[in-house]
């Protein structure tokens, strides 16, 4: 990627930041895994960036929605291995 695009990656109308995608794919995961939305709540306040709320909100959502059609939550799991009621 480095030797295509030497400068970076600009966008014609919102500029695409990097750093903005990792964020949302942080909070994708965490959300998956933990089977919660308020996920995207806590990474709005860790970064402080509003402007990146629509694109986390969709992640998580779409990540808790498939994470909880295929597995059960981190949580589930480790109750069910050491089968506590």
Known sequence: MATMF???IHGDVYP???GGYAVVGAAALSGAVTHTVST?????ELTGQISH????MIAVILA???AQALQPSLYDSIILAINTP
Request: hydrophobic share 65%; no cysteine.
């Open 6 to 8: 030497p400068d970076g």
């Open 64 to 66: 808790n929605a498939v």
């Open 16 to 18: 695409i930041v990097p």
């Open 40 to 44: 995207a709540v806590i990474v709005f």
């Open 53 to 56: 709320i629509l694109p986390v």
